[in-house]
């Protein structure tokens, strides 16, 4: 019977790599030359300040641009609130990694509601669907992948 996991997981190599690049291009960048800015690696988290909270944008999308060319999804990455101390701007991203019980619940809502012919099931941090045939399956990645859902999915261990 084929079988297939749906899964959140990111390579933290990846994101400690395109916040090197970002910080890189911060540093060649014209409109931040005499502005303290800085991104800051600290794991799971990303650290990142800046004078204004336009350049905090900034920041960000840099950071984002870096993300999507290391082929780590962007949604992955979630935004905290912003902290204003003095002269500076500072924000902390955050990256999940596994799927969250009621994140499980909506996707499995989702598998259920569609009338496909499978089976879903919450094991852990991850989904397990089974079905008879394997386009049934092939058929829910396209829905989790189509669905407008806060978090990057990965479908692991096809097997048939």
């Not at 291009?25 to 909270?53: M, N, Q, W, Y």
Request: net charge positive.
């Amino acid at each position: 019977m084929p079988s297939m996991d749906i899964v959140s997981e990111i390579d933290i190599e990846e994101v400690r790599n395109a916040v090197d690049n970002a910080s890189r291009e911060l540093s060649t960048r014209f409109d931040f030359r005499g502005v303290e800015a800085s991104l800051e690696f600290v794991k799971p988290t990303v650290k990142i300040k800046a004078e204004g909270d336009f350049q905090l944008k900034q920041l960000r999308d840099m950071l984002r641009t870096q993300l999507s060319k290391r082929n780590v999804d962007a949604k992955a990455m979630s935004v905290g609130a912003e902290e204003h101390t003095g002269r500076t701007f500072q924000q902390i991203l955050t990256f999940k990694e596994g799927i969250e019980q009621t994140m499980s619940k909506k996707v499995i809502k989702l598998i259920k509601d569609s009338k496909l012919k499978v089976q879903a099931s919450i094991q852990g941090e991850q989904i397990r669907v089974t079905g008879k045939k394997r386009d049934d399956l092939q058929a829910v990645m396209r829905l989790v992948r189509e669905a407008e859902l806060e978090q990057s999915f990965q479908f692991t261990n096809f097997r048939d």
